[in-house]
C-alpha cells in the first residue's frame, strides 16, 4: 500500500494535505483498494462549513456505498469535478489527481489529532 509521507491520514481512510491554511481532502489507497472499483462520487457540501468527522460526501463503488469524512474542520471550498466523469481517478491516482475536496482549515489544531504515515501503516498492516 502507498503511504505517502507528507499527508495526515484518519482512521477513516482519508487524508489530509496540507496547504498553509487551506488543505486537500481524499481517500486512502487502502481505502480505494478496500472499496474496488469507484463508480460513483457525491459531495454536496461545498461551500458548507463541517465539524472534524462530519461526512461531506459519499463514494460508491461496485461493492459498496461509503460516506468519506472530515479529518479536521473546516469550509469546504472546492469539489474536484473531474471526479463527476471519471471517477475510477481515485483507484489510479487517490493521492494527486484523486483529491476529493478543497477545505479551509477551522482549527489548525486539529492536525496534530490526525495519524502520521507511520501511524497509518500500522494501523493498515502496511
Not at 487551506?22 to 454536496?44: P, R, T, W
Not at 462530519?54 to 469546504?76: C, H, L, Q
Request: net charge negative; charged share 25%; no cysteine.
Amino acid at each position: 500500500m502507498n503511504v505517502p509521507g507528507n499527508l495526515k491520514y484518519t482512521k477513516d481512510h482519508e487524508w489530509l494535505k496540507v496547504e498553509g491554511d487551506e488543505a486537500l481532502v481524499g481517500i486512502s489507497d487502502f481505502a480505494q483498494h478496500e472499496l474496488g472499483d469507484i463508480v460513483f462520487i457525491e459531495v454536496e457540501t461545498v461551500g458548507e462549513i463541517l465539524q472534524k468527522g462530519e461526512s461531506f460526501g459519499t463514494i460508491e463503488a461496485v461493492k459498496t456505498v461509503s460516506d468519506m469524512y472530515m479529518p479536521v474542520g473546516g469550509e469546504i471550498l472546492a469539489f474536484n469535478e473531474a471526479l463527476t466523469s471519471k471517477p475510477e481517478t481515485l483507484n489510479q491516482d487517490s493521492y494527486e489527481a484523486g483529491w476529493v475536496i478543497r477545505i479551509k482549515i477551522s482549527n489548525p489544531d486539529e492536525i496534530s489529532q490526525l495519524l502520521s504515515p507511520a501511524d497509518y501503516s500500522t494501523l493498515i498492516g502496511a
